[in-house]
């Protein structure tokens, strides 16, 4: 692995670091921070997905888990933000290892896995809905508390560059991975377990470090979530949305691709709010517009946005051969 | 008096659970045949009950009459679904289909959510309320319909699959689609008519759901997974194992409910659904696919 493979990721994330320099519109930064907040989210769900090829409609129990762990562990424990924030993402790891541990060693995968992640995360959701810690139908509300030394940020900007952190540290662990052996297993086990388990990989102990790692960083999504809107209750935390929106940033923005996240997310977003500029704020339409681009990028670009890219790249890497363009 | 309170319990339990396994046919016949998990199997029947409720409300048509009109228009829909949207899109890649069902569910959802806001609709009908005495219970007239109209169902479902020639030909498909195509029968046709008829089964299901319910656009999801967790008791595509599911999952989530809390009911199916999935994932009643 060259430092050359790491070029890109720093380009972008300091261009992006560079926006609030210029940018002091709240709306735009306000707007910006839900994108790399699902950005986050989306990482998570792409490095088992996208790379592993075990694709989960149940995100939403780490997300939850994450931001609910966080939130407890302020309000009920008094403990500082800091170390709430990693509890919680070591809590939603803990529970990605679980339910990986539980499914994948009973060979669980496909439509199976799919469906057994939405059924954990509903019965979380459940859970969480009634029991007297998290809140039950209620909640949990933070206490607002600025200062560095809180976790919240008063200003915007700084809760946007707090975030860009954490998507750069996951982009770099998503590029780290990639070139990495274990990257290069994860990805034999997505084109093929059989073939993979032949050549000596285990499949259950890889499909579960992704899994761990995955979990890990959509709950850094949802640690994030309760400490810039100082608020988590069942439907935020453990509902459907979370899981679907991780999945279909991965998916529209290119799956499998360090940056596919990113791309799909700001993708996302702009679509939705272009939807409620549009017809007011009417409930639905944003989630069904999503519906509809998924739908399309499944059936014109499999490899979403990313993968338009990449192919584009390759035409005109074509052209300037002058190799011709007799492949479709 | 424990005993007093019990039966009701699994009386009621029994009766959701023939709903339960008419919903869960269409789910496992599709799986049977095509091999995949409809998603949007769920806010299909949100539609069928926003549908029945609507030709209830401005046209006065009964559910149980809005049922012959429903039932074709419903199977005609899921054809054109399978035949021009899932198939197509999807190229037969099973990741693919996911993602295709779960965008027209949300699609779906959102839609009806747009259109008709979140409230919660009931019809009221006559007969909504009527009761018949039986063994010192009072059953519900409408719950009763049900279950008669989920034994139809499947008696009809497994006519129309052992005697009929297109019966033969989406048993054909289901076990040996290669084959199948070799001698002549046309595959996209017979996966979209077996969408069709899954989505038939809820348009029947939704009719005689709303007189004892209600309808809002996220209805249905809390009858996806209990219509999957169904499907995967009974066997993924087997009908008969559909109808014992269901019943065994209304039983369940009524017992359930009654010594957890109603809110709590449900868990006990998730967890069933879970453990299911983790120990026999073939089903209790299915043979190894």
Request: charged letters at 10%.
């Amino acid at each position: 692995m060259t430092r050359r493979a790491f070029l890109p990721v720093l380009v972008v994330v300091g261009a992006l670091a560079c926006v609030p320099l210029v940018v002091h519109s709240d709306v735009v930064l306000n707007f910006l921070v839900t994108a790399l907040l699902l950005t986050l989210a989306g990482q998570g769900w792409n490095l088992l997905g996208g790379y592993g090829g075990q694709y989960s409609f149940g995100h939403a129990a780490f997300f939850g888990t994450g931001a609910y762990a966080t939130a407890i562990l302020q309000t009920r424990y008094g403990l500082n933000a800091w170390p709430a924030f990693t509890f919680g993402i070591a809590a939603g790891a803990g529970v990605g290892a679980a339910i990986g541990a539980l499914t994948f060693p009973s060979g669980l995968r496909g439509s199976y896995f799919a469906l057994v992640t939405l059924a954990f995360a509903e019965v979380l959701r459940i859970l969480a809905s009634v029991a007297p810690v998290t809140g039950a139908g209620v909640g949990i509300l933070v206490k607002l508390d600025p200062g560095i030394h809180a976790l919240q940020f008063s200003s915007r900007a700084a809760s946007y560059w707090f975030i860009l952190s954490l998507v750069a540290a996951a982009l770099v662990v998503n590029r780290l991975i990639e070139g990495s052996r274990f990257g290069a297993w994860l990805v034999a086990v997505r084109e093929g377990e059989a073939a993979a388990q032949a050549l000596g990989v285990d499949p259950t102990r890889v499909k579960l470090t992704a899994m761990t790692a995955s979990a890990a960083l959509t709950a850094a999504a949802g640690c994030f979530y309760v400490q810039y809107f100082l608020f988590i209750d069942a439907p935020i935390a453990y509902g459907p949305w979370i899981s679907v929106e991780a999945l279909l940033a991965s998916i529209i923005g290119g799956v499998g691709t360090v940056f596919g996240p990113l791309l799909g997310a700001l993708m996302v977003k702009t679509l939705g709010e272009a939807a409620k500029l549009v017809t007011g704020d009417a409930p639905g339409l944003d989630l069904m517009l999503y519906g509809i681009v998924l739908i399309v990028v499944v059936w014109i670009a499999p490899r979403g946005v990313a993968g338009i890219g990449e192919r584009c790249r390759a035409w005109f890497a074509r052209g300037s051969l002058g190799a011709g363009d007799t492949a479709a | 008096m424990q005993l007093s309170i019990l039966f009701p319990a699994v009386v009621n339990g029994i009766l959701n659970g023939a709903l339960y396994a008419l919903i869960a046919f269409g789910l496992t016949l599709v799986y049977g045949v095509l091999h995949i998990i409809n998603f949007a199997h769920g806010t299909l029947l949100t539609a069928a009950l926003f549908a029945a409720f609507f030709l209830y409300r401005s046209l006065g048509l009964d559910p149980y009459v809005a049922l012959l009109l429903l039932t074709p228009a419903f199977f005609l829909i899921g054809y054109a679904l399978q035949r021009f949207v899932i198939g197509p899109v999807s190229r037969g890649s099973d990741s693919n289909i996911l993602l295709v069902t779960l965008g027209l569910a949300v699609i779906i959802e959102n839609g009806l959510l747009f259109a008709f806001r979140g409230d919660t609709r009931t019809v009221d009908l006559p007969y909504s309320f009527a009761v018949v005495p039986f063994a010192g219970l009072f059953i519900s007239v409408p719950r009763l319909v049900g279950f008669a109209g989920a034994v139809v169902v499947a008696l009809l479902l497994w006519l129309l699959l052992t005697l009929t020639d297109t019966g033969k030909a989406i048993r054909a498909v289901a076990k040996e689609k290669l084959g199948a195509q070799l001698s002549g029968i046309d595959v996209a046709h017979i996966y979209a008519l077996t969408f069709g008829l899954g989505t038939a089964c809820v348009a029947v299901a939704a009719c005689l759901l709303i007189p004892t319910y209600y309808v809002n656009p996220h209805v249905g999801n809390a009858f996806v997974l209990i219509a999957f967790t169904t499907v995967v008791l009974g066997g993924m595509g087997s009908i008969l194992g559909a109808l014992i599911g269901g019943l065994f999952v209304g039983l369940v989530e009524s017992v359930c409910g009654l010594y957890l809390g109603e809110s709590l009911g449900q868990i006990g199916i998730f967890t069933m659904f879970i453990l299911v999935l983790l120990l026999r994932p073939s089903g209790l009643l299915g043979a190894r696919a």
